[in-house]
């Protein structure tokens, strides 16, 4: 990985020396469409081998080769006046109807913008990414760590919290769906496409023939409504082989709710939406009015069961808040558990986000057609030794062992309790319940606490009299 961990640290450092781009979020943005251009250049030269009838929707003077691949071509104000008039104007209003890759190009430029201002210092960045060969299974794989290496950074950048979920988290919650060829897969809210690469690498394994390969490709789907986010997928898709990513850039939460038809349900949905964020005004009015709020995971929580087929299987990331809201959240859970068979809650501990944030979260895992008679729940322990997860030690995916060898035996122990439906409903929907295995600190009865408070006091106050003498003493010498 040497190699192309030195090419992007060359890159960065070039494009720190360009007065256009403005912090780290322009600088990761504008590496990732180059990135992108360099990607959809070597996927062509693929295709056009695989099938010599393949025509490039990008015209002739704009492909990647006849303008960036000459190390000693365009440069300065000429590259410039090429990139900014002729490069981006043209592939903002490709033609659509030149085939699904015309779509994707445009889809990923209508959004996206060049901040780099120096001709030279762009050439020398088209240099350092020419280096790298994306039809080399070493430089792709390769890549796809670095991937997250730049998500990583982008979330540094205070951009994108809401794009990554840990890969560890993303993994166990595909391995416990256990998506099978030909099942539709979406991610409503797919950000960066962790989930729907994750989902990708457990198919793979089921292929045995070509033509599964595009059965693959058409029951993968994600949408996402920011462009740096869906540029990210977009390329992380092309990385995993899907010659068209059947990733959308629009905001689901925008369409009516009583417009999703039979058609439109899925078999499996995989997801972490946006929580603790706040939907533009009348994107509430979409939804029948006992669901209608602005807070987006909750809006993503009606719309998942609405998504559905009966049968249909889900793993949903969401907040505590969730769990013990009122009001409108009530009504989702009611309608939750009515509608569906929450099964299973996994709760996480503190610190699995960090440190993009510190908002405890939980896995709910649900199937759509019968309804929940009870739940069960796991708490997550921390391995031995950790205290909290971090940056340098995240969550990994061997810690979920525990809980993939429970998951068929579902037998009460310390970390694993069963919740009857009518508890949960005598407790008006409140799904936060704690650990009844733990042991309570024994805190005292109410006079020991008060006896307690009452010498700690006592202490405090001994302690001030003699820093109050000290000083005295101190001022009379």
């Not at 990554?164 to 991610?187: H, K, S, W």
């Not at 995989?270 to 964020?277: D, S, W």
């Not at 525990?402 to 929907?429: S, T």
């Not at 733990?438 to 020991?448: F, I, S, V």
Request: aromatic content about 10%; some cysteine; hydrophobic content about 35%.
């Amino acid at each position: 990985m040497s190699s192309i961990t030195s090419i992007i640290k060359s890159v960065r450092d070039i494009m720190r020396k360009d007065t256009g781009v403005d912090g780290d979020a322009q600088r990761i943005s504008q590496m990732v469409w180059m990135l992108f251009l360099k990607i959809f250049a070597d996927q062509e030269a693929e295709w056009e081998l695989l099938n010599p009838d393949y025509q490039s929707p990008v015209p002739e003077p704009l492909r990647w080769q006849n303008w960036a691949e000459d190390d000693e071509g365009l440069t300065g104000d000429e590259l410039m006046d090429f990139i900014n008039n002729e490069l981006f104007p043209t592939l903002k209003e490709l033609d659509r109807n030149l085939g699904p890759q015309a779509k994707i190009v445009r889809a990923v430029f209508e959004d996206t913008y060049n901040y780099m201002k120096n001709g030279t210092l762009f050439r020398q960045v088209i240099n350092e990414i020419d280096k790298i060969d994306f039809n080399s299974s070493k430089d792709r794989h390769l890549f796809n760590d670095l991937y997250e290496t730049i998500l990583k950074e982008l979330q540094s950048a205070g951009s994108s919290g809401e794009y990554y979920t840990p890969r560890a988290v993303t993994q166990f919650m595909v391995d416990i769906l256990n998506p099978q060829l030909g099942e539709t897969v979406l991610d409503p809210a797919c950000g960066t496409g962790g989930f729907l690469t994750c989902t990708i690498d457990h198919l793979d394994k089921q292929i045995n023939k070509p033509s599964q390969r595009k059965t693959l490709q058409q029951t993968v789907r994600g949408v996402e409504k920011k462009p740096l986010p869906h540029l990210l997928c977009t390329t992380n898709l092309m990385l995993h082989g899907f010659e068209v990513p059947g990733v959308k850039r629009g905001n689901y939460l925008a369409r009516p709710y009583s417009d999703w038809g039979a058609n439109d349900k899925v078999d499996l949905i995989l997801t972490n939406p946006p929580f603790g964020g706040v939907e533009e005004d009348g994107t509430e009015t979409n939804f029948p009015q006992k669901f209608r709020t602005k807070e987006t995971a909750d809006l993503f929580l009606a719309l998942i069961i609405r998504l559905l087929k009966d049968g249909g299987r889900a793993a949903v990331v969401l907040p505590d808040g969730t769990l013990f809201g009122e009001g409108v959240k009530t009504r989702l859970k009611e309608e939750l558990l009515a509608r569906c068979n929450l099964h299973t809650i996994v709760r996480l501990p503190n610190g699995v986000f960090n440190p993009y944030t510190s908002i405890k979260t939980n896995l709910l895992f649900f199937e759509k057609g019968s309804p929940t008679k009870d739940i069960w729940y796991y708490e997550h322990p921390y391995p031995d030794g950790v205290k909290s997860y971090n940056k340098t030690r995240p969550i990994h995916i061997k810690e979920f062992d525990a809980e993939k060898a429970w998951w068929g035996q579902r037998k009460e122990n310390k970390h694993a309790w069963r919740v009857p439906l009518q508890d949960i409903i005598d407790r008006n929907y409140n799904l936060d319940i704690k650990n009844p295995h733990e042991e309570a600190d024994d805190l005292g009865t109410p006079e020991e606490l008060l006896a307690e408070y009452q010498q700690a006091e006592q202490d405090i106050r001994q302690l001030q009299d003699k820093i109050v003498a000290v000083l005295q003493n101190a001022l009379q010498a």
